[in-house]
Structures are given as structure tokens and as C-alpha cells.
């Protein structure tokens, strides 16, 4: 079994940052596809971040690119998303995600493991 472990969220104000870290045990996966999506309540989950932890490539949303980045510790068992610049609209439950393809993707169906989210809260 895979186990996700999100931490870092909380209440900010707009233009602040926030770090958020996602921390797997349990089982190793073959892969090292992880990300980040988002949840508002009635809206459809939303894709952030991702992250190939062997080759180091990512993947961000258009709405996040150019102020959040995803990034590994060397160990790569922690993924990180240092999130600046913050806004109102990012106000979310922020989950980690983590997936046994090889390829990045953008959609929730990737994605097998799932961590049991963390909020942030943006205030304007």
C-alpha cells in the first residue's frame, strides 16, 4: 500500500506564500509520477502540479505556472509545492497525488494514490 501524507496548508493573505509537502511511505512504487491537484466544493477536482522524480520534468497548470513550483527532496520520498504570490482564487484543498505510469499527466484518472488533503485558505 502506498500512503500519502499531506502537510503545510493554512490561512494566508493574498500575495503571500505558502510551502506544502507530501511525504510517501508504504509501499515503493515503480514510477515516480506525483502531483498536485486542487478542490473547491462544487467544482471538478483541478490538476496543479506534477512531477517525474527520476527525470525531474514537471507539469503545471496554466493558472499556477510562473508562481507555484513542485519540486523533490534528494530522497525523493517528499514532494514539495512552494506556492507564492497567492490568491483568493487558490483557495482550495490542495491533495497529493501520486501515479505508477511513467508519463506526466494532468488528468485525476492517473492517478491510483491519493493523500487525504491539506486547506489553504487565501484572504484578500
Not at 83 to 105: F, H, I, R, V
Request: include cysteine.
Amino acid at each position: 500500500q502506498v500512503h500519502l501524507v499531506e502537510s503545510g496548508g493554512g490561512l494566508v493573505q493574498a500575495g503571500g506564500s505558502l510551502r506544502l509537502s507530501c511525504v510517501q511511505s508504504g509501499r515503493t512504487l515503480d514510477s515516480g509520477i506525483m502531483g498536485w491537484f486542487r478542490v473547491v466544493p462544487g467544482k471538478e477536482r483541478e490538476f496543479v502540479a506534477a512531477v517525474n522524480r527520476p527525470f525531474g520534468g514537471t507539469a503545471y497548470s496554466d493558472s499556477v505556472k510562473g508562481r507555484f513550483t513542485i519540486s523533490t527532496d534528494n530522497a525523493k520520498s517528499t514532494v514539495i509545492l512552494q506556492m507564492s504570490s497567492l490568491k483568493p482564487e487558490d483557495t482550495a484543498a490542495y491533495y497529493c497525488a501520486a501515479a505508477s505510469g511513467w508519463q506526466l499527466s494532468t488528468s485525476p484518472d492517473y492517478y491510483a494514490y491519493w493523500g487525504q488533503g491539506t486547506q489553504v485558505t487565501v484572504s484578500s
